[in-house]
């Protein structure tokens, strides 16, 4: 267990997923008064990334508001359980937070009947798709810079890029046929490269998050391109019943805006915020400062925290 100095507390805690497997994750809890139990947010990332990527700087925000976070790695990635290394499968993924849910629920330090789905980018459109399912417990999500639409993004990259990207698709799944290791793609690489995500703005800002001496590799298992293909979580905004946010990049080079504004508007309890920044850029700065302050101020508002019974402001 780690203590800061507003009194919030780390601990390292883990949870079973499929197949035998168990995932990490940090629980960061605020400080409590005896007998109170605080909302808990349950938080995963993007497309390959793993909670060591920026992920404490939204935990540590939320906590110091009062709420607590589950902050989870994905099967085959980060600290958590999963062979093959680096097998990137949004069913998986799904079941995962499905999983992280349901383990949040139980906790004894939370309110289990108070959950918010919070994800970004890829984990932005697990958001999206896990509030439609709308599990036992869940009040409410997040969904930040999300992934909404697989042909929209794939249609955001330069043409001869999706198909080296779907080539290497091809020889994974071609390899795993007959017992072979997973041929990888890099995640995120230069314009002109083999990777899942090429725009300009892709590589130095995906490396930029992970801190140094992480054990990270840029690379996920190739067959996944045919999972972002296919993946269209947008369509399922109208069937989410709990109040949900999204955070919109407008310039966003990885998920479009334009197509993550048109299934916004079909949520029926959905609030909008947009800002002129890339899918990078709100992770730090001014940006994230603008984001979580957008993000704090829906959850005093659907899901406030309570002290003696009293809503916190």
């Known amino acids: 267990m780690r203590e800061n100095t507003t009194g919030a507390s780390e601990h390292e805690v883990w949870f079973p997923s499929g197949d035998g497997n168990h995932c990490a994750a940090t629980l960061y809890l605020p400080e409590q008064r005896p007998g109170s139990r605080p909302p808990v947010i349950v938080m995963a990332h993007g497309l390959g990334a793993i909670r060591a990527m920026g992920l404490a700087a939204y935990a540590e925000r939320f906590t110091a508001a009062g709420y607590a ?4 790695d994905y099967r085959h990635f980060g600290d958590s359980e999963g062979m093959p ?20 629920r139980q906790l004894p330090q939370v309110d289990g009947t108070r959950i918010v789905a919070w994800g970004t980018s890829f984990g932005g459109g697990h958001a999206i798709h896990t509030a439609a399912r709308r599990p036992a417990g869940l009040v409410a999500a997040i969904a930040q810079c999300p992934f909404t639409d697989g042909i929209a993004s794939t249609l955001a990259i330069p043409p001869v890029n999706s198909v080296k990207a779907t080539f290497a698709g091809v020889r994974d799944v071609a390899g795993a046929l007959f017992g072979r290791a997973p041929h990888m793609i890099t995640t995120a690489g230069p314009v002109d490269g083999t990777a899942l995500m090429t725009a300009p703005d892709a590589e130095s800002g995906y490396l930029a998050l992970v801190p140094p001496g992480t054990d990270f590799r840029n690379e996920a298992a190739a067959r996944v391109v045919f999972d972002i293909l296919t993946d269209r979580p947008g369509r399922f905004t109208d069937r989410i019943e709990v109040p949900i946010l999204f955070a919109v990049c407008e310039t966003d080079s990885v998920a479009p805006a334009k197509t993550t504004l048109r299934f916004a508007a079909r949520a029926p309890r959905g609030e909008v915020r947009t800002y002129a920044d890339g899918h990078f850029d709100i992770y730090h700065g001014a940006a994230f400062d603008r984001v979580v302050a957008d993000q704090l ?17």
């Open 69 to 72: 976070c589950l902050v989870f």
């Open 85 to 104: 290394r680096y097998l990137l499968s949004t069913r998986r993924q799904r079941a995962d937070w499905a999983a992280a849910i349901a383990f949040a």
């Open 297 to 313: 101020g829906f959850l005093h508002r659907h899901v406030p925290v309570s002290i003696d019974g009293e809503p916190r402001a």
